[in-house]
């Protein structure tokens, strides 16, 4: 695959205190395989959906252990350029862009809600070798107590343009949308997220049947925070792995109904 554009998700990865555990889980859930561990980078060990890579997991570095989360990153053509502008918008640098070998130049930032994610410039790595097919990213959503600054962040950062859904009785929900692509969506936290859960970007991975994943995930450990569910989108639930990060997993040809009326936002 091509290097996405500027904005558009391109790579997944997460910490685990475990990984032989979450390579157990994952590979058992979304039928990963893995490669070999790179000790000169951290023990950092990628995913294959066949013999795609599609994500990572990666041991924590020194006073981050217990704190397994998705983290998501974004195409950059200058990670330093778009690192100042995280800054310029109320945003923070949690690494400031470093080169990892010649594979690409990484970045960590936090949005002004509190949400993480993280930045690719590529070099040899270009991202997702797969997308939208069973094992591989297919979509993900940013989940906010504050979505005004979320949707004043990520739009001037990305360049996004936002709709939102016309039906007042839907969720608080926005798309951002890169060119003429949907690339990210932005939902409020209600009260129904306990107060500990911090602002996250929840990462979908593809399925080939919803309810045969879920039933694997929670065998193995994993915890059903929602559905499945029927959607225009497809058939989704929403889970915790064993170590707690949250993920969702979704059957994209499963849809039902027809998608929400949107409209675009000045």
């Known amino acids: 695959m091509a290097a996405p554009p500027e904005g558009a998700p391109c790579w997944a990865d997460a910490m685990f205190d475990d990984i032989e555990a979450a390579k157990g889980f994952y590979g058992d859930v979304l039928g990963w395989t893995f490669g070999d561990t790179s000790p000169e980078y951290g023990n950092y060990t990628q995913a294959y959906a066949g013999s795609k890579a599609v994500a990572a997991v ?71 070798q797969a997308v939208d097919e069973p094992g591989a990213y297919c979509w993900a ?36 949308d890169l060119g003429e692509r949907s690339v990210l969506g932005r939902m409020r936290m209600t009260d129904d997220f306990p107060p500990e859960v911090p602002p996250y970007i929840n990462v979908y991975f593809a399925v080939a049947d919803c309810d045969e994943a879920v039933a694997r995930a929670t065998r193995r450990g994993g915890v059903l925070r929602f559905g499945p569910m029927d959607t225009p989108f497809g058939r989704f639930a929403a889970l915790s792995d064993p170590q707690g990060a949250h993920f969702s997993v979704i059957d994209t040809t499963a849809t039902t109904g027809e998608p929400p009326r949107t409209t675009d936002v000045d």
């Open 58 to 128: 990666v041991p924590p570095m020194p006073g981050q252990e217990g704190s397994s989360q998705w983290c998501l990153y974004f195409a950059a053509r200058d990670a330093a350029a778009t690192a100042e502008r995280i800054r310029d918008n109320g945003g923070e640098l949690l690494m400031e862009p470093m080169p990892v070998g010649d594979f690409g130049t990484m970045c960590l930032a936090r949005d002004p809600g509190g949400v993480v994610f993280g930045l690719w410039q590529a070099g040899t790595h270009e991202g997702f």
């Open 141 to 176: 959503e940013v989940f906010t107590r504050e979505p005004e600054k979320s949707d004043a962040f990520f739009p001037a950062v990305f360049s996004y343009r936002s709709k939102r859904f016309e039906d007042p009785d839907e969720p608080d929900f926005r798309i951002y």
